[in-house]
Each structure stands twice: as C-alpha cells, then as structure tokens.
C-alpha cells in the first residue's frame, strides 16, 4: 500500500532562515506529487505541484520555492523566512492509476 | 481561475441530526473527491465520485457526482461527536488533468 511521510511534523524557525520541508511517497511510482499551505482556520492554497522528476509547476508567486530530486521525493524550500509563511504545510500525491488525491500528516511552520 | 463555492462554511448541529453541505463549480469536473480534516492532521479522503449521476456511500456519509458535472453534495446521516472537523470538496476539472481544486470548507460542530 502507498504512504506518505512529511518531516519535520513541526518547526519553530527565526524570519530570515532557510527552510527545507521534506516529502517522501511509498509504494507507488511516478506519482504527481504537491505542496499545500493552509493558515488556520482556512482552506488550502496550492503552492506547487510535480509531474515527474525537475518538473516543478508553481501556482503562487512568492519566496518559497519546491524542488524533486527523485521520482517519490518532493522539497519545499526557502532562502529567507517571512512572517508570513508561518502555516501548515501539506504534502500530497496522486497517481495516473489513481484519481483521488491523498495528503501527508503536514508539517507546522511557526516563523517568529 | 477556477472557483469551488463550498456551503455552508460551518454548522452546529445537534448529535444524531443530519448533515448535508454541496459545492459548486464553474467548469465541468471529471472526478469530485470529499475530505475531512481534524485539527492538525492532514485531511483524509472519505469518497470519490467519477461518473456524473454517480451516488455512492462510506458509512453515515453519501455522496453524489452532480448530473451537470459542477456540483456535488456530501450527506452525514445521524450524526455523533466524532464527525466534528472541517469537510473538503475537491475536484479535477477535465481541462487540467493534474490540479485538484478545493473548496473552502465547512466546519462541522456536533453538540452531543
């Protein structure tokens, strides 16, 4: 069966660090995969989202940027934190035989 | 861009009451898809529905893939305290077969 794995599930980081969120996906192969942020209380922003490895679509104009280096390995990075990034990050995939998505644990970003 | 116009945004209903809560579309959907999500947890699939018409049921929950292609409505029936969360529709249009759109949510309250 496929599963999902996100890590850190939560991060406390200054404004103006780095931030490398990790993606990984289990049990399938050539998956799309995605990037989600969600502030509280609210619905889900897509961010970016992957059809195969280096192909990266982003959907927002912002200092995030996503990278795939593998076929089930999807990063989420930035160069200097904002305030404004804090939120919770969804990883999600799905895949040609499939035409549901399915959603990591997420990872809590606090930026102070 | 694509719109989803998910009601209503939340609900507070009494333990075993019923629940129902539609979205809407502006372009044609392939595939509509139902989430739940509790706090701090990644949101869950509950159903996908693939054929416009289609009525299919998990549960208390049903869910049916509207005859225009642009609406769905999700049903809970007797309703119990652990049904509290915030509900997600999401669909695939059929003109972007590798973004999933989502709707903003309804925010579910069950008074026991």
């Known amino acids: 069966s496929q599963t999902i794995h996100q890590w850190p599930a939560t991060l406390v980081q200054p404004v103006g660090s780095p931030l490398s969120l990790e993606c990984t996906v289990e049990?399938?192969?050539?998956?799309?995969l995605y990037w989600y942020r969600q502030a509280a209380g609210r619905g889900l922003q897509l961010l970016f989202y992957?059809?195969?490895?280096?192909?990266i679509s982003s959907e927002v104009p912002q200092n995030l940027s996503a990278s795939r280096p593998q076929d089930r390995q999807f990063i989420l990075s930035s160069k200097k934190l904002l305030l404004s990034d804090s939120g919770f990050y969804l990883c999600?995939?799905?895949?040609?035989?499939?035409?549901?998505?399915?959603f990591g644990p997420g990872t809590r970003l606090t930026v102070l | 861009g694509q719109q989803l116009n998910q009601s209503p945004q939340s609900m507070f209903i009494q333990e075993g009451e019923d629940v129902s809560m539609n979205c809407t579309s502006s372009s044609i959907f392939n595939t509509w898809l139902w989430y739940k999500q509790d706090p701090g947890e990644g949101p869950v699939l509950l159903i996908a529905?693939?054929?416009?018409?289609e009525l299919t049921s998990n549960g208390r929950l049903t869910a049916q893939f509207g005859i225009t292609r642009k609406d769905s409505f999700l049903n809970i029936s007797a309703s119990i305290p652990s049904d509290v969360g915030i509900y997600f529709c999401?669909?695939?249009?059929?003109?972007?077969?590798?973004?999933?759109?989502f709707g903003s949510g309804t925010k579910l309250n069950v008074k026991p």
């Open positions: 049990g399938t192969s050539n998956p799309n």
């Open positions: 529905l693939y054929k416009a018409g």
């Open positions: 999600a995939w799905s895949g040609l035989q499939y035409n549901e998505q399915f």
């Open positions: 999401a669909g695939r249009a059929q003109y972007n077969f590798n973004k999933f759109y």
């Open positions: 992957s059809v195969g490895i280096g192909q």
